[in-house]
């Protein structure tokens, strides 16, 4: 869904609750919850983040014996919610995902002494990201692996080729990525491609002294660097007790492509 406003009869529907307005349904799912112990899953909130943390903080805090499990890009910041940060595939489940999806394309793959370093390359350009792997490995019937390795300098344009039923941001890699850069503001947005210019990750300081000016104050940087963490869009690295901050292969490619997109002049 889309709209906000549909969150709470949306969840109502699926308890078999009949059609009511918001507020009513939301009493409803109260009345419903106390008298059962029950997980609620919420599934891709970051679209609708508002009314997703309302209804799951208002449920908590009233009805003691339900429990939700909410996924999204960012925290729902309500009361009592304990964040897991889903982490990228390592290497070896991102190796056997590939193999697994380069099989179902093309029942002659296997994976052998030979090209496992090309594909453990190929896992590792793209970060762990799951459908990114997924893109790839079905690229990798019509494609050499070294010829797929080395394209993968153009990967939002290799890498769009996803299921036919698939939701529209999950069939290509570029898809994945407009997903989350359009919820951003004009502001996080113009930060976060200007971020890309660091190769091997930044400090606090540096950002400011980057994206620092007349529009954005040097004292928003740091909140916009939050939001963006927030988001899993940029990753936060402990060094020497010193935070540091980096984007992703894949982040730092398509903020740049953004960038210069941006900075091109139209005619």
């Known amino acids: 869904m889309t709209d906000g406003s549909r969150v ?3 969840i109502a529907q699926a308890l078999g609750i009949e059609a009511l307005a918001e507020t009513r349904a939301l009493e409803a799912l109260i009345e419903r919850f106390k008298r059962q112990s029950i997980l609620l899953i919420l599934d891709n ?4 983040i508002a009314q997703a943390a309302t209804v799951a903080e208002t449920l908590v805090l009233q ?10 890009r960012e925290a729902l910041k309500v009361a009592g919610e304990r964040v897991y940060r889903l982490p990228p595939l390592d290497s070896p489940a991102a190796v056997s995902l590939f193999v697994e999806r380069a099989h179902s394309a ?15 390359d190929i896992c590792g350009r793209l970060d762990g990201i799951p459908l990114a792997i997924e893109l790839a490995a079905a690229r990798a019937r019509a494609l050499p692996l070294a010829t797929l390795a080395q394209m993968l300098d153009q990967r939002f344009e290799v890498l769009s080729a996803g299921r036919r039923t698939a939701l529209p941001r999950q069939r290509t890699m570029r898809a ?3 997903w989350s850069y359009d919820l951003l503001s004009l502001d996080e947005q113009r930060v976060f491609e200007q971020l890309s210019i660091f190769a091997d990750g930044w400090t606090l300081e540096a950002a400011a002294a980057l994206c620092g000016s007349s529009t954005t104050a040097t004292d928003s940087v740091r909140d916009f660097l939050s939001s963006l963490l927030d988001k899993s869009l940029v990753v936060a690295d402990a060094v020497d007790e010193r ?15 953004n960038w210069r997109t941006a900075a091109t002049p139209k005619r």
């Not at 009805?63 to 999204?72: D, E, N, Q, Y």
């Open 63 to 72: 009805c003691s014996r339900v429990r939700i499990l909410a996924t999204s």
């Open 45 to 48: 909130c970051e679209h609708v």
């Open 106 to 120: 093309d029942q002659n793959f296997a994976l052998t002494g030979e090209n496992a370093p090309v594909i453990t």
């Open 176 to 178: 994945l990525f407009d």
């Open 243 to 257: 935070a540091r901050y980096h984007l992703s292969e894949s982040t730092r490619e398509y903020a740049r492509e």
């Open 8 to 10: 709470v009869p949306a």
